[in-house]
């Protein structure tokens, strides 16, 4: 059974950082185009980020680019968000994604979500 499993989140405060990480076991993991998505609370999931499977493209919301940065590593089945400049409107949950083709990965119809892991943001 695939698992994507999310680490990384937590409290901070705005203007702080988070890195994210989302461990997979994907057995073909460079197969996958890899992302993030994130739920507020009383508010629908929302695109994050997406990376291509060599890591070379990525694209971003336009509320987190410039601030919001994903990564990968193939050899470690992971993939990564590093967030800097965390506003408040930044809390929620964030889920990590897999789909097997890059192109409108931002609509959320992926092959597989992780479990998610809470970011909050102080004020």
């Known amino acids: 059974q695939v698992q994507l499993v999310e680490s990384g989140g937590g409290s901070v405060q705005a203007g702080g950082s988070l890195r994210l990480s989302c461990e997979s076991s994907?057995?073909?993991?460079?197969?996958?185009?890899m992302g993030w998505f994130r739920q507020a609370p009383g508010k629908e999931r929302e695109f994050v980020a997406a990376?291509?499977?060599?890591?070379?493209?990525?694209s971003y919301a336009g509320s987190v680019e410039g601030r919001f940065t994903i990564s990968r590593d193939n050899a470690k089945n992971t993939v990564f968000l590093e967030m800097n400049s965390l506003k408040p409107e930044d809390t929620a949950v964030y889920y990590c994604?897999?789909?097997?083709?890059?192109?409108?990965?931002?609509?959320?119809?992926?092959?597989?979500w992780g479990k998610g892991t809470l970011v909050t943001v102080s004020s």
């Open positions: 994604a897999a789909r097997t083709i890059y192109s409108n990965f931002e609509l959320g119809h992926v092959d597989y």
């Open positions: 994907l057995p073909t993991f460079s197969a996958y185009a």
């Open positions: 990376i291509r499977r060599r890591g070379v493209g990525s």
